[in-house]
C-alpha cells in the first residue's frame, strides 16, 4: 500500500484529512483535482507531495487532447505551473515537476503517446526511488540511534508523509527493525495534529512504543532529561543547512540545543534547495485560520475570532546536529556537506 | 463579576470550562465540591484557585456542626487537607488555606460563630486583596510595555485565573487602559486550550486587539521579529526565581532569551515559595491523558492510544529577565529579590 500510486490510469491517494477515523483513498483523473488535493492536504509530506505531483503531470499528459508534441508540451507547461503553485514551501513540488518535464523535453518527436508512457515512467520511477532513498536514510540514520532511546518526534513524516517508509519515521522504523528498544514522543503537531493522528496510527501499526504528547510538553520532557534524540523531516533545507519544516520545528531545535539533545533533520536530496543561500528566502505558507480554530470542524473558538496560522518555520543551521540525507549525514559546515550530498546524487544516476 | 465569590451562603464559581461557548456559574454548599471543582479546572489559575480554596474552608466552617471550637477546628483542619490535595503544583492553595486556618487558630474562644465569621472575612479580604494586588501589578507591569508592542501571552493569567483583572493579562488590561496601542499573540496553550478559550474571551470583551496562535507558532513569530514581550504568570515561583507555569512555559523562554526578547512572568508574592531552593522542589501535576487524546470530549485520536499529560513545567531562573510582583519588578539576582518583595508584603500587613 502506497501513499501515492497510479491506478487504472488515475492518481490514487490516501485521503489524510480522514485518519485515524477512516482508511480511505481518493482516485483523481484530472491533475487540477491533483493539485486541488496538495493545496487542501488530502496528501502532505514533501516527498509525498513530490510525487503526487509527478503522477498529476503524467495524468495532464493523458487528459491532453494534443495530436503533436508542441501542443502536448505546451499543455504540460500548464499543468506543470498549476501543481507548482499548489502549495509554496515544500521544494519537491518543483523539484519532481521539473523532473518530469525534463523528460518531456527530452523525448525524440515520435509521437505524443511515447512522451505520456515516458512521463508515466519517469513518475513511477520516482515514487520507487523515494521509497529505496527512505531505506538508505533509515540505515544511515538509525546508527544515530542508541538502545533504549527515547526519540523526540514532531508531525508525520513517515510513510504518509512519503511514498512509503519515510524520512524521520523512517530512521524510527529502521532503528525498530534492528531490534533497539526505543520509545517514540510524539508531538501532537498542532494545528493539524499531523502528530496525534498519523505518526500514531503509522507507529500503532508499527508495533513501536509512543506517547502522544501536547506540543507545549516537549520542553518539559527535554529539559527533565527524558530525551535522548530528535528527529524531524524538511519541507525545504537551503544550502547552508537552514531548515524549513512543519511550524514548531524551530522552538524544538533552540530547547533542544539548550539541553545538549542532538537534533537530526532527516532530508532526502530531493528537499535540498541549492539555489537558495539561506532559509530567509524560503516562502512560507500561511493557510487559513479556520485551521487553528476549528481543526476539523471541531471549535476550539469562535469562528469570528482572528487567528494566525503559519504552516512552517525556519530553523537556522546552528541549531542543527547533522542532517541524514540517503548519501549519509551531512554535519557542519553545511554549505560544503550539502552540496556534496546532492552532488553524490547526481553523480549515481 | 467575579472569578469567585461567596454568594447566598454558598461558594459561586465561573465554570470555566463551558467558556467561551456558554457563561454558567456553579454555586457549591459542600468543600468537598468545591475541591473537586479545583482539581476538575471549573476553576484554574494560581490565585482563583487559592481564593476558591479560601472560600471552601469558610464554607467547611459553616457545615460543621461542631459545637465548641476544639471540634471546628479539628473539621477545619481535615477540610484544609482536602483543599490542599486538589492540585499539587499551584502553590496559593497552602497559601490561602493556611492563611485561614491561622484566622481559626487566633479567634477567642468564644463561640464558633464567631469562628466562622471571621473566616468568611478573611476570604473575603483575601478576594479583595487579590483584585488589589492585580492591579498594582498592573501598573507596575505596564510600564515594561511599549506603544506599539506585540505582546505574547502563554495560557489565561486573566480576570478568569483570578478573582478580577488578572496577573499577565492584568498587564496588558493596564497597558491598553493607559492607551498604549497594543497587540496580543494569544497561545492557544494546548491541552485545555486556555489561552484559545479564556484569554481570547476576555479580550475580545475588553477590547483589546489579539490573534490566536497555535502553540508551535510562538517560535516563528519570535524568530522573526514580531514579538516584542513575553507575559505569563505562575503557578508556583521558588526562591531562585525558577518559575513553575503552565506547559509550554519554559519553551517560550529558551525561545525569547535566543531572540533577545524581554520574558516576564507576573507572579503575586502569594505565588512566591521561599521554602524551596528550586523549581527542581516544585511538584508537577501530571493530568487524565484524555485531556490531550480528546479535548473537551473531541477526539483526535483513538481513546486506547497512549499519551502523557504533564501540565506545568519548570523555567529557569537564568531565561527569567524580571518577576512583575504587586511590590515591583524583581531582577537578578533572584535570591534576594524575591526575599524583599515577599518582606515587602509581610511589612505592608
Same mark, same amino acid.
Not at 26 to 45: F, K, L, P, S, W
Not at 53 to 77: H, M, N, V
Not at 105 to 111: A, C, F, L
Given at each position: 500500500?502506497?501513499?501515492?500510486? &497510479?491506478?487504472?490510469?488515475?492518481?490514487?491517494?490516501?485521503? $489524510?484529512?480522514?485518519?485515524? &477515523?477512516? *482508511?480511505?483513498?481518493?482516485?483523481?483523473?484530472?491533475?487540477? =483535482?491533483?493539485?486541488?488535493?496538495?493545496?487542501?492536504?488530502?496528501?502532505?509530506?514533501?516527498? +509525498?507531495?513530490?510525487?503526487?505531483?509527478? !503522477?498529476?503531470?503524467?495524468?495532464?499528459? *493523458?487528459?491532453? %487532447?494534443?495530436?503533436?508534441?508542441? +501542443?502536448?508540451?505546451?499543455?504540460?507547461?500548464?499543468?506543470?505551473?498549476?501543481? /507548482?503553485?499548489?502549495? %509554496?514551501?515544500?521544494?519537491?513540488?518543483?523539484?519532481?515537476? =521539473?523532473?518530469?518535464?525534463?523528460?518531456?523535453?527530452?523525448?525524440?518527436?515520435?509521437?505524443? =503517446?511515447?512522451?505520456?508512457? +515516458?512521463?508515466?515512467?519517469?513518475?513511477?520511477?520516482?515514487?520507487?526511488?523515494?521509497?529505496?532513498?527512505? /531505506?538508505?536514510?533509515? +540505515?544511515?540514520?538509525?546508527?544515530? #540511534?542508541?538502545?533504549?532511546?527515547?526519540?523526540?518526534?514532531?508531525?508525520?513524516?513517515?510513510?504518509?508523509?512519503? #511514498?512509503? &517508509?519515510?524520512?524521520?519515521?523512517?530512521?524510527?522504523?529502521?532503528?525498530?527493525?534492528?531490534?533497539? /528498544?526505543?520509545?517514540?514522543?510524539?508531538?501532537?503537531?498542532?494545528?493539524?495534529?499531523?502528530?496525534?493522528?498519523?505518526?500514531? &496510527?503509522?507507529?500503532?501499526?508499527?508495533?513501536?512504543? !509512543?506517547?502522544?504528547?501536547?506540543?507545549?510538553?516537549?520542553?518539559?520532557?527535554?529539559?527533565?532529561?527524558?530525551?535522548?534524540?530528535?528527529?524531524?523531516?524538511?519541507?525545504?533545507?537551503?544550502?547552508?543547512?537552514? #531548515?524549513?519544516?512543519?511550524?514548531?520545528?524551530?522552538?524544538?531545535?533552540?530547547?533542544?540545543?539548550?539541553?545538549?539533545?542532538?537534533?537530526?533533520?532527516?532530508?532526502?536530496?530531493?528537499?535540498?534547495?541549492?539555489?537558495?543561500?539561506?532559509?530567509?528566502?524560503?516562502?512560507?505558507?500561511?493557510? =487559513?485560520?479556520?485551521?487553528?480554530?476549528?481543526?476539523?470542524? /471541531? %471549535?476550539?473558538? %469562535?469562528?469570528?475570532?482572528?487567528?494566525?496560522?503559519?504552516?512552517?518555520?525556519?530553523?537556522?543551521?546552528?541549531?542543527?546536529?547533522?542532517?541524514?540525507?540517503?548519501?549519509?549525514?551531512?554535519?557542519?559546515?553545511?554549505?560544503?556537506?550539502?552540496? $556534496?550530498?546532492?552532488?553524490?546524487?547526481?553523480?549515481?544516476?
Amino acid at each position: 500500500m502506497r501513499t501515492v500510486e &497510479w491506478h487504472d490510469n488515475q492518481v490514487r491517494m490516501i485521503d $489524510q484529512r480522514k485518519l485515524p &477515523w477512516e *482508511f480511505a483513498q481518493n482516485d483523481y483523473d484530472d491533475y487540477h =483535482d491533483v493539485a486541488m488535493a496538495i493545496t487542501d492536504m488530502v496528501v502532505r509530506g514533501a516527498p +509525498a507531495i513530490g510525487a503526487a505531483a509527478a !503522477f498529476g503531470l503524467a495524468l495532464a499528459a *493523458f487528459q491532453s %487532447p494534443a495530436a503533436d508534441q508542441p +501542443a502536448l508540451l505546451r499543455d504540460l507547461e500548464s499543468a506543470a505551473a498549476t501543481l /507548482k503553485q499548489a502549495r %509554496p514551501t515544500a521544494v519537491n513540488l518543483a523539484w519532481a515537476v =521539473d523532473r518530469l518535464m525534463q523528460v518531456a523535453g527530452k523525448q525524440k518527436p515520435t509521437g505524443v =503517446d511515447d512522451i505520456r508512457a +515516458a512521463l508515466l515512467s519517469a513518475a513511477q520511477s520516482l515514487a520507487d526511488e523515494d521509497i529505496a532513498i527512505n /531505506k538508505r536514510m533509515g +540505515a544511515h540514520g538509525a546508527a544515530l #540511534v542508541q538502545d533504549g532511546d527515547t526519540i523526540l518526534h514532531h508531525c508525520n513524516t513517515g510513510a504518509l508523509a512519503t #511514498v512509503d &517508509w519515510g524520512t524521520a519515521l523512517g530512521v524510527i522504523r529502521s532503528a525498530h527493525e534492528q531490534g533497539k /528498544k526505543i520509545h517514540v514522543l510524539l508531538d501532537e503537531t498542532r494545528p493539524r495534529l499531523q502528530g496525534a493522528r498519523l505518526s500514531a &496510527w503509522e507507529l500503532k501499526q508499527a508495533g513501536i512504543p !509512543f506517547d502522544i504528547i501536547a506540543d507545549n510538553a516537549a520542553g518539559h520532557f527535554m529539559r527533565t532529561g527524558q530525551v535522548n534524540i530528535v528527529l524531524v523531516g524538511s519541507d525545504r533545507t537551503a544550502a547552508n543547512g537552514d #531548515v524549513a519544516n512543519k511550524i514548531g520545528t524551530y522552538k524544538l531545535a533552540v530547547v533542544a540545543r539548550e539541553n545538549g539533545i542532538p537534533f537530526y533533520p532527516v532530508v532526502p536530496t530531493s528537499t535540498i534547495d541549492l539555489s537558495l543561500a539561506s532559509g530567509d528566502e524560503i516562502p512560507i505558507e500561511e493557510r =487559513d485560520p479556520a485551521e487553528v480554530l476549528a481543526p476539523f470542524g /471541531k %471549535p476550539i473558538a %469562535p469562528a469570528d475570532y482572528p487567528a494566525r496560522n503559519p504552516a512552517f518555520d525556519v530553523t537556522p543551521h546552528r541549531y542543527v546536529t547533522g542532517i541524514v540525507t540517503e548519501n549519509g549525514i551531512a554535519y557542519p559546515p553545511f554549505d560544503l556537506s550539502l552540496r $556534496q550530498a546532492v552532488e553524490d546524487t547526481l553523480m549515481s544516476k
